[in-house]
């Protein structure tokens, strides 16, 4: 099994929807957890970390589920600029990755 | 300030050539991670350093790999020699330290094709 574990998608959605992606990670050891955003043929770049209690920012939404073992992120009124594929990231001791889940919003 | 700055940005090479990759961290991070992305496997560490000193390698795929960082604002990850599976892009990343927030400050990577 690997050690983080997301669906790669493609989500395509609509101007406007709400769209949500989970990812899974095996090690119960792991304390920090967060989703980052990389556009194509770009470098990763942190979107929000993902606190215990959950946490919003702007139209973003994480949340945390110690016990399933998996993290989600909840985009509300997609924006076109939204499009790019979503990394989640789980840190036992170091970084790692999941290989990602691509949006793709169209008008 | 800077951000993470790698070089080349592209490099096609032709099997069997050596490899060097380049990275310069933000100044005053003691973490310097190497990672590769494909599409097939995504984004896998190889190997991160603290404060200059391998910490953990075991993602390094086999002895063509190797990486040094001889200061702390210098990091190469090598090949030698190159394969056509080692096409990928190479990225390397920096973070400050203990007490952060944990984020991961990428340079815009280097596109490696191995012909």
């Known amino acids: 099994r690997k050690e983080v574990e997301q669906d790669p998608g493609p989500f395509n959605v609509p101007e406007g929807a709400t769209v949500a992606f989970n990812c899974t990670y095996s090690?119960?050891?792991?304390?920090?957890f967060f989703w980052y955003r990389q556009d194509c043929r770009k470098e990763p770049k942190l979107l929000m970390s993902v606190y215990s209690s959950g946490n919003e920012d702007g139209r973003f939404t994480a949340q945390l589920n110690r016990a399933s073992q998996y993290i989600s992120l909840l985009i509300r009124d997609s924006k076109l600029s939204d499009s790019a594929t979503y990394l989640c990231?789980?840190?036992?001791?170091?970084?790692?990755f999941g290989t990602g889940t691509r949006l793709q919003v169209f008008p | 300030d800077a951000g993470v700055i790698q070089s080349p940005r592209h490099e096609v090479t032709e099997m069997g050539q050596e490899v060097t990759l380049r990275c310069k961290p933000i100044?005053?991070?003691?973490?310097l991670f190497w990672y590769r992305q494909t599409m097939m496997r995504g984004l896998e560490l190889l190997i991160y350093?603290?404060?200059?000193?391998?910490?953990?390698d075991s993602g390094m795929p086999e002895d063509r790999f190797s990486a040094k960082m001889p200061n702390a604002s210098f990091s190469t990850l090598k090949i030698q020699p190159s394969e056509p599976r080692d096409s990928a892009v190479y990225f390397c990343?920096?973070?400050?330290?203990?007490?952060?927030?944990?984020?991961?400050?990428f340079g815009e990577g280097s596109r490696l094709t191995v012909l």
């Open positions: 350093f603290n404060n200059n000193v391998p910490i953990d």
């Open positions: 100044s005053g991070h003691d973490y």
């Open positions: 990231v789980v840190t036992p001791d170091k970084l790692i």
């Open positions: 090690n119960s050891a792991s304390q920090s």
């Open positions: 990343a920096s973070r400050p330290g203990l007490g952060d927030t944990g984020e991961l400050f």
